[in-house]
C-alpha cells in the first residue's frame, strides 16, 4: 500500500489519540476528530486500533461524529485491525449508509470466513439506498456466490458505476465474458466517475483483453497505468501477454499525448483561450484533454505566456493543472521554461508525483541536454512510471546509458523497458 499521503498533518500517536478522545465542544476546529482518525492509520498500534474502535462507538448524531466514525472504520480497514470486526459488524446495520458502505469496505480489508457475515452483506443488496457498489465489489472479492442472483438484479442499473461492478462480479462468478463489453464501453461514457469506476472493474474481471482502450481512456494516467500494470501482471503470469504486446500502450499513457485518447467531450464551437486554460483545472481530465488538445491546435503562439502566468497565480500548487501546464510546455517546445520544468521533475510532494514523468518527458520535448544526467538520476527514484518515463525520455535525446542503469531494476516493468 502506498502510505506516502497518510501522513500529512504531522501529528504524533498521543496527539491524535488525544484529538480523538476530545469532545466535540472543547476543539478549535470540529474537523479535528476526522483528522485524527484519519491520521491514526500511521501507527497500527493496539492504543491507535482501541481509540478509533472507541471513537465508532460514539453514537452522537451530530453530522461532524458520523463523519468521524465513517473515517474511523475506514481507518480499521486500512490497518487490517481483526480485533475491531465486532464492531464494525455492528454498523453494517447503522442508519447511515456511508457508515454501512465504509463498514462493508473494511470488512473486505480485514477479510473474513464467516458466511453469517458475509450473507449479512448481500441482504444489503435489498435494502433501499445503500452503496451498492461497493457491497458488490466486496461480495465478488469475497467469492461469494449466494450473492449471484441479487447482484444480478444490477446488471442494468441506470446508475453505471453499479451496472459496470454487476457485470464484472456475474462474469468472475459465473466464467461467462459476454457481457464484459458493456464494461468497456464505459470508458467512453461522459461521466468520468464512470470512466473511473470500470477500469477497476476489468482489473477485477482479470480483462485483459481491454488494456488498449484504457490506455485511450480520457482519465488521469494514475488510473491508466494502475489498471494496464495489474492487468499486465496478470496476463503475463498466465502467459497469455507478452512484454511487446503491453509496451506500446504503456508508452502512450506514460507519454500522454491528448490526440492519441479518445476524447469525450467536444466544443461547439472555437473557445477562448482563457477558457481553456481555466479548464486546465477540472477534475475530469476529459475536460483538460480536450482543453490541451484544443490549445496546441489553435493557440500555439499565446499559449506560453498564458500558462507561465496561470502557472504563477495557481497551477505551482494544484497538482491537476501542475501536470498539464507542465505537459504543454513540452509539447510547445517553449525553452524557456526549462527550469520550471526542471523544478517539475525534481519535485518530491507526493501529489505532484505524476507531474515528475510529466516533466521527464517534457524536458525531453524541450531537446533540452540539461537534462540528461537528471533524468539517470530519476532512474533512482520510487516511482516506477517516472523510471520508465525517464528511460522514454533519454531515449528521445539520444542517449542508451540509462538502459544499463535500469537493466537491474527491482520493477519488472522498469527493467523490460530497459532491456528492450
Known sequence: MDKRFFNIFNLTEDQAIALLKTPPEELEDKTDRYIAASHLINFPTERSINALIEAIQNPDPDLYNRITRRKAIESLGRLKASVAMPVIRDCLQDED??????????????????EEILEQIAQLLEKPEQSYRVIIQTLANFNYHPALARIKQFVNSDNEPIASAAIAAVARFTGD??????????????SVNAR???????????????????AKCPVSVVFRLRGIRLLAEGALAQGKMSFQEIEPHLDLVIRDRPEE???????????????LIGELYQTDFGRCYLATQTILEYYREEAPEALLAT????????????????????????????????????????????????????????????????????LNAR???????????????????GRAIAANDADWLVRAKAVR
Open 177 to 190: 465474458y459476454t457481457q464484459i463489453d458493456k464494461v468497456v464501453e464505459f470508458l467512453q461514457h461522459e
Open 261 to 275: 485518447l479518445e476524447l469525450v467531450h467536444e466544443y461547439d464551437q472555437k473557445p477562448q483561450l482563457a477558457f
Open 311 to 378: 502557472y504563477a497565480e495557481q497551477a505551482h500548487n494544484d497538482y491537476g493543472a501542475h501536470y498539464h501546464v507542465v505537459k504543454l510546455l513540452g509539447w510547445l517546445k517553449y525553452a524557456p521554461a526549462g527550469d520550471l520544468l526542471i523544478e517539475a521533475l525534481e519535485n518530491l510532494r507526493p501529489q505532484f508525483q505524476k507531474s515528475r514523468t510529466a516533466a521527464a518527458i517534457a524536458l525531453a520535448n524541450l531537446e533540452d541536454e540539461r537534462a540528461i544526467p537528471l533524468l539517470k538520476e530519476s
Open 97 to 114: 449508509c456511508y457508515t454501512v458502505e465504509n463498514a462493508v469496505w473494511a470488512i473486505g480489508e480485514i477479510g473474513t470466513q464467516n
Open 383 to 401: 516511482s516506477w512510471d517516472l523510471k520508465y518515463a525517464s528511460l522514454l525520455a533519454l531515449e528521445q535525446l539520444g542517449d542508451d546509458s
Open 196 to 214: 473511473r469506476a470500470c477500469i477497476q472493474d476489468l482489473i477485477d474481471a482479470q480483462y485483459y483483453h481491454a488494456i488498449p482502450q484504457i
